[in-house]
């Protein structure tokens, strides 16, 4: 098991900046669907589970 680095700044009320150790991205979100930089887009489907599909890992 690995140390992880992972810090979310707010950018306003839907934007985020994402700081990690491989990098930093970008995200929005609209209603139930999230979207970064990465190509990567995240579906919530309840309060706690989402599915997401595409981009790098």
């Not at 098991?1 to 491989?22: D, E, I, P, Q, T």
């Not at 990098?23 to 599915?51: C, E, H, I, Q, Y």
Request: charged letters at 25%.
């Amino acid at each position: 098991m690995g140390l992880v680095f992972r810090r979310r700044v707010n950018l306003g009320r839907s934007a985020h900046l994402n700081v990690s150790k491989s990098g930093v991205s970008a995200s929005k979100r609209a209603g139930r669907v999230t979207v970064n930089s990465r190509g990567r887009v995240s579906v919530r489907v309840l309060p706690g589970l989402s599915f997401r599909l595409g981009g790098k890992r």
